[in-house]
């Protein structure tokens, strides 16, 4: 948990679930940049891919080039983090058109966060790439979100990243 490890830090979680990154850019982006952050984590695009038929990868682009425009903007020093959507599990039920609709959705929502995340320097955690994305036991029932073994892997693997990408240790935080 960052908010303990690191002494006088205040963690504010603003996500919230099923949002598209329309909702986020009209909804959460303006209350995140008003507490002034110095870490800004920017996660969003895999519900603009399953919660239609016909992704719009052109907008999620636009929106979250304007969502990390906007964090730069308005916080030039803050250090800005995102990350990658671990793809289709083999064991969730889809059927076979659907599979390949939100496969493919989801491959080009992390080409283009992989893509701004480097225009815009931002740190990019690589979870489409991590060797256990794909193991059952990291997904809730729904076989898409995470479960609570899933939550601990990738916040284990958040803490790497920060470190290794940012410098910053929250093992050295917490010793």
Do not use: K, M, W
């Not at 099923?18 to 959460?28: H, I, K, P, W």
């Not at 083999?90 to 893509?115: M, Y």
Request: with cysteine.
């Amino acid at each position: 948990d960052i908010a303990r490890s690191l002494p006088g830090c205040r963690y504010v979680n603003l996500a919230v679930a099923g949002a598209t990154s329309e909702e986020v850019l009209a909804g959460q982006l303006d209350r995140a940049l008003a507490a002034e952050p110095d870490l800004v984590s920017a996660i969003c695009g895999a519900n603009d891919v399953i919660l239609t038929t016909r992704p719009d990868i052109e907008g999620f682009e636009q929106n979250f080039d304007a969502i990390l425009g906007r964090i730069r903007e308005r916080l030039p020093e803050a250090r800005i983090v995102t990350a990658t959507y671990p793809g289709t599990p083999d064991f969730l039920l889809l059927r076979p058109r659907s599979r390949a609709r939100v496969t493919r959705g989801l491959e080009l929502v992390n080409e283009v966060v992989r893509g701004l995340s480097r225009r815009h320097g931002a740190a990019c955690f690589d979870f489409a790439a991590h060797p256990g994305r794909g193991e059952r036991e990291n997904f809730a029932d729904d076989g898409f979100h995470p479960s609570e073994a899933g939550n601990r892997r990738a916040a284990r693997a958040f803490a790497r990243g920060l470190r290794e990408q940012l410098g910053i240790n929250l093992e050295e935080a917490t010793a």
